[in-house]
């Protein structure tokens, strides 16, 4: 095919499979709370994950294959949790009491994955192939993996051992498999605490 800046080939050489294993734990209709929680444990492995343009993002031309290794998005272990709970009614004491106590909801969202793979790329042509996304070679003796007990501030500055990488020879590609290493994982919660008012005009309309 003849493109705006020259020859594009277009074959379909790239597979992809994902294997996973999900419990969930389901609670509804319970006069306090509800929940669902689900757990996954998955493995994503393929050639190339995002393939949104016509250049080539495989840096060995010459050996599609080595490109073969966990997905840009694969997570292993993925939780998340919702809820939602309603106070216990209160019955006894003054009108006022059981207005300000009464009819108040606690709820929220927890979601944590594990680290996303990552790669460690060059900013030149090394290979002399003129792809992007050349890997760094992986020095060797020098592990690439710094202490995990470090302060949350020491990993923003430094993830991982820079000094365990530098340039493969001219002409040559790296030692460094695609998707090596694993980046941070990943925490969000959410929670909120509501107050609905019976609408007594109405049965069963709250505001």
Same mark, same amino acid.
């Given at each position: 095919m003849n493109g705006g800046s020259g020859l594009v080939d277009f074959a379909s050489i790239g597979t992809s499979n994902y294997n996973g294993l999900q419990?969930? !734990? $389901?609670?509804? *209709? +319970?006069?306090?709370? $509800? %929940?669902?929680?689900? !757990? $996954?444990y998955s493995k994503a492995i393929d050639l190339q994950t995002q393939s949104t343009s016509t250049s080539n993002v495989i840096p060995n031309v010459f050996d599609v294959n080595s490109e073969r290794g966990v997905s840009d998005y694969d997570a292993r272990h993925i939780l998340n949790m919702g809820w #939602? %709970?309603? =106070?216990?009614?209160?019955? $006894? +004491?003054?009108?006022?009491?059981?207005?300000?106590?009464?009819?108040?909801? !606690?709820? *929220?969202?927890? @979601?944590?994955? /594990? *680290?996303?793979?990552?790669s460690v790329t060059l900013n030149n042509d090394t290979a002399l192939d003129s792809e992007p996304d050349q890997r760094a070679a992986i020095l060797p003796g020098v592990s690439p993996y710094l202490p995990k007990n470090r302060h949350r501030t020491a990993k923003v500055q430094e993830y991982f051992n820079v000094n365990a990488f530098g340039?493969?020879?001219? +002409? /040559? &590609? /790296?030692?460094?498999?695609?998707? #090596?290493?694993? +980046?941070? *994982?990943?925490?969000? =919660? @959410? %929670? /909120?605490?509501?107050?609905? &008012?019976?609408?007594?005009?109405?049965?069963? %309309?709250?505001?």
């Amino acid at each position: 095919m003849n493109g705006g800046s020259g020859l594009v080939d277009f074959a379909s050489i790239g597979t992809s499979n994902y294997n996973g294993l999900q419990v969930q !734990y $389901t609670q509804r *209709g +319970g006069r306090l709370l $509800t %929940m669902i929680v689900s !757990y $996954t444990y998955s493995k994503a492995i393929d050639l190339q994950t995002q393939s949104t343009s016509t250049s080539n993002v495989i840096p060995n031309v010459f050996d599609v294959n080595s490109e073969r290794g966990v997905s840009d998005y694969d997570a292993r272990h993925i939780l998340n949790m919702g809820w #939602s %709970m309603n =106070t216990p009614r209160v019955l $006894t +004491g003054s009108a006022f009491v059981r207005a300000a106590l009464n009819n108040w909801v !606690y709820s *929220g969202q927890f @979601n944590a994955h /594990s *680290g996303r793979p990552y790669s460690v790329t060059l900013n030149n042509d090394t290979a002399l192939d003129s792809e992007p996304d050349q890997r760094a070679a992986i020095l060797p003796g020098v592990s690439p993996y710094l202490p995990k007990n470090r302060h949350r501030t020491a990993k923003v500055q430094e993830y991982f051992n820079v000094n365990a990488f530098g340039y493969p020879p001219i +002409g /040559s &590609f /790296s030692n460094q498999q695609r998707n #090596s290493f694993v +980046g941070p *994982g990943y925490l969000l =919660t @959410n %929670m /909120s605490v509501q107050r609905s &008012f019976p609408m007594k005009f109405k049965e069963n %309309m709250q505001l």
